[in-house]
Nanobody, 124 residues
Framework: QVQLVESGGGLVQAGGSLRLSCVAS????????MGWFRQAPGKEREFVTR????????YYADSVLGRFTISRDNAKNTAYLQMNSLKLEDTAVYYC?????????????????WGQGTQVTVSS
């Protein structure tokens, strides 16, 4: 089992920045691809970004490309999501996820483990 705990969410004005963290425990962190997903009220959970086990490869949803950056520190068992130029439509609960594959996918159901989520609210 892998336990994931997100932190760093909060209320921010449009155009501002937040940095989310996801601390993993239970298994060898570097054996898992890591991803970030989000879910807004009344909407399905959607892919935001993912990073390979090594951290060398990343993928982003078009909606966040150029504004968000995923990274990981395997020595600290932590994944990060730096969010810049936040927009109202970025408001959602953000979840980190872990998958035993090398890279993960953009499909939520294919990920093995999930955190409890952290709320990000962007105000005008």
């Amino acid at each position: 089992q892998v336990q994931l705990v997100e932190s760093g969410g909060g209320l921010v004005q449009a155009g501002g920045s937040l940095r989310l963290s996801c601390v993993a425990s239970g298994r060898t962190f570097s054996n898992y691809a890591m991803g970030w997903f989000r879910q807004a009220p009344g909407k399905e959970r959607e892919f935001v970004t993912r990073i390979s086990r090594s951290g060398l490869s990343t993928y982003y949803a078009d909606s966040v490309l150029g504004r968000f950056t995923i990274s990981r520190d395997n020595a600290k068992n932590t994944a990060y999501l730096q969010m810049n130029s936040l927009k109202l439509e970025d408001t959602a609960v953000y979840y980190c996820a872990a998958d035993s594959s090398v890279m993960g996918t953009a499909v939520p159901d294919q990920w093995d483990y999930w955190g409890q989520g952290t709320q990000v609210t962007v105000s005008s």
